[in-house]
């Protein structure tokens, strides 16, 4: 059909004569430059410098560092990530952190899951209370419980183990998880739940097969979260553990008491806690805005 | 109140679209008449909703020109225009009172506040909402929303121009019947020139003083409701309006005749001479179709009959190509049965395009 | 949605209901525990009532670092809200650029806040941070250390360079949600920059702007880390807000009472303002307007 109508105007200009007809024209509507997008880009200019300043540190020597202030390094070195990589007892922080957040991200999402379901489809005795009350956990200063939480944990002789990290996490990451869910699980229609009983689905099977899916991306965003809230605490994750499951992060203030500052191994070790960061965000990069408003836009 | 221009207009979103020849609109030249009542009449993507937008300045054009009478506005803001758009799904200021938005696009353009009241007060009584006036928009129905969102349009009575982008989608029916006639009440009353985008027939025909009804991105014919039904100058005009639509069959022309399937026809002499194209159809609005005993006519096999009250529509096949006619409700049909075409309700179509009628 | 009444849903909570009762209801009942007791140390504790409440209260102590807190939330407030509107209605709706400013913005949100408060301590200082070489190139006498208004700039600037993004991604969501058709129609009414603004998305804006206030209100009344590997809480008391003050008188003094009952006292601040935000939030949240547009 589309070449009948094609034939009504044979003489039609070409299409070439569009192409720089819509440059030119959206050249006088909107200008040579969007100085709108100053905003954002300073902002991020913002954001990297400090960024940039530690990265750059860390491939520098710690003469240079206290030398003369340089913007890039003169003798880049790798030293300093050297005595990272090859000290069991620097690298093993990275180990530790990386097992008690995956180890916290997993029980964090597999009890928060069938809560929200609970709180996104049932009405119960005292539900809006015990959501209120999963809330304030979220709320509350990890400083409250950082004594107790040591008490506690040597009572049950988990100090200083993974586990005993990735339980404290909980704390907040439960609560928020629960949350995350319960927002995205209230946007599947209760229609689909309904469906899926008629034609003959047990409870489990419709939960991992249908509904799970239908959720992914909520799952995605509550694994984001809990991974990102236990990965930059330290207060917790420094109390409970003492050598074995110690984080990186507290290792780090090893170098201040050492002989001298050793600015370059310091400022190596911070840009390396930066990355996981980093490849987790890209991966959710789609979900992000909607994550971090919890699923509530 | 001005004349509206559209000079070889052209529309592709993006260069690399126009680069790929996919143009939104391919090429639309036409006018429309100060204080006259259109209705962009088509399929969804046929480049209605996007012709609305050039003409309120929210989109420009690749190519050509807009003129209000002999203004160029081509690359004006909507609100320099001066130009009342209503869109598809109701547009509402939450935060306001019903009053409120109506007011806004008064207040905006600085009117004195002793006009802006009475102008309001007239408009919510037209769309009903007096009662409301005080309520925030938030709360009401997708209706009464859609209501405010035609005030807000019709409440500027200086306009250039109010356009509508299918505005009574979300409306239960047996409202729309009565926003129709009130819109149509107000054109009467201050001749705005009108323009009224649907893909709906019924609405165009009885919103319309004309319809221009669009095909793939360009006007295939502008015309009043009755030129349309009598004289589509195009074959898509005939599918589309009427129900069901023309009967439209390849034939090919053989000295003042016209062969469909085998079955040869003799044309009135104003036909039998025109021109043939790369395809070559006949066009005959079932209305125009009546059945004949056997031996009298042209043999067709009846498929179906459809009684809807005052008619039939009988279905049936002529050689490979579907023919309906439309009959009164007590005429019987046989079991055989010719058809027959009123000559002079024939059209000729070369390439789609009307080239001959009788 | 229409829930249905079923008491059994009690199992699908019983999991974070164990977990959360060992992670949160035990140690807070240590907490209370030791708040109505006092010991001389050698794990002898005996009853000491309501003293520990009365002297926490009274304490010009508790109250500078109350009012430390609060006038830090304020201004972290009044720079971040704003400038993460700005930002978020300054940034592209759509296009290549839109995952990259939103990965960029994020990233100071997953670095671990010992680092963001080490970043900042070498970023800030005269001799080797870019920062504080630049400032006092500029001839300004500048050192975090041992001026007070210094630290705050400095522990203000770095919490704005921390979370901002928070509130630019909470806003972007709200503002992505806006159908396009609203735009046109506020350009037909010839409404103003400010008028879009004013009328159109800060309205669509507001759920999630509450959000992003009261989760910075909360955040920033907890924060601890940071400032203390920038200033220690220094120079003097003058950056020792809540969290610091509280871990300085549990580990630093080990007075375990006083610190018991000012953790109960700091936690039921909280979750008073929890319980205005959840109020809050479920009230929003049934007054959503409907909007027919392609939200």
Known sequence: ???????????????????????????????????????????????????????????????????????????????????????????????????????????????????????????????????????????????????????????????????????????????????????????????????????????????????????????????????????????????LTVTDAKPISAIMTRTVSASGMDWGVLAAAGALTIIPGAIVIWFVRNYIAKGFALGRV | MARIRLDHIRHAYSPELAKANNYALREVDTAFEDGGAYALLGPSGCGKTTLLNIISGLLTPSEGHVRFDDRDVTMLTPEARNIAQVFQFPVIYDTMTVRENLGFPLKNRKVPKAEIGPRVDDMLRRIGLAAKADRKARGLTADEKQKISLGRGLVRSDVNAILFDEPLTVIDPHMKWQLRSELKQLHREFQMTMVYVTHDQTEALTFADKVVVMYAGEVVQIGTPEELFERPQHTFVGYFIGSPGMNVLPCKLDGGEATISGERIKLPAAIGRAKSGKTTELGIRPEFVSLVPRGQGIPVKVEKVEDIGSEKIVRARLGEHRVSAILHEDQSVPADADIAFAEERLNLYADSWLVARA | MEKTWNNKAWFFVLPVLLLVAFSAVIPLMTVVNYSVQDSFGNNQFFWYGADWFREVLTSERFHDALLRNLLFSAIILAIEVPLGILVALAMPKKGIWVPVCLVLMALPLLIPWNVVGTIWQVFARTDIGLLGYTVDALGIDYNYVRNVLDAWVTVVVMDVWHWTSLVVLLCYAGLVSIPDAYYQAAKIDGASRWAVFRYIQLPKMGRVLLIAVLLRFMDSFMIYTEPFVVTGGGPGNSTTFLSIDLVKLAIGQFNIGEAAAMSLIYFLIILLLSWIFYTVMTNAGNDKPMTGGAE
């Open chain 1, 1 to 239: 059909m589309s070449d009948q109508a094609t034939t009504a105007h044979p003489s039609l200009p070409g299409a070439a004569h569009s192409e720089s007809a819509i440059a030119a024209r959206s050249r006088m509507k909107t200008g040579h430059f969007k100085w709108k997008a100053l905003i954002p880009a300073l902002y991020i200019v913002f954001l990297l410098l400090p960024i940039y300043w530690l990265v750059n540190m860390s491939f520098k020597t710690n003469q240079e560092i206290l030398g003369t202030l340089t913007l890039w390094p003169q003798n880049p070195t790798l030293r300093n990530y050297e005595v990272i990589f090859t000290d069991p007892s620097w690298y093993m922080g990275y180990v530790n952190s990386i097992i008690y957040v995956l180890m916290n991200m997993v029980i964090s999402v597999a009890v928060a899951l069938p809560a929200a379901y609970a709180f996104s489809r049932y009405r119960f005795l005292g539900d809006k209370h015990l959501f209120f009350w999963l809330l304030t956990n979220r709320m509350a200063p990890p400083a409250v419980f950082a004594l107790p939480f040591f008490q506690l944990y040597s009572a049950f002789g988990l100090i200083d183990t993974h586990i005993a990290v990735a339980l404290a996490h909980c704390l907040f990451n439960v609560p928020l998880a629960v949350w995350i869910l319960e927002g995205f699980m209230s946007g599947v229609p209760k229609e689909i739940d309904e469906t899926a009983y008629i034609d003959g689905y047990s409870f489990p099977k419709f939960f991992f097969k249908i509904f799970t899916p239908l959720i992914a991306s909520g799952i995605g965003v509550a694994a984001f979260f809990c991974f990102m809230f236990s990965w930059v605490e330290l207060l917790l994750a420094r109390t």
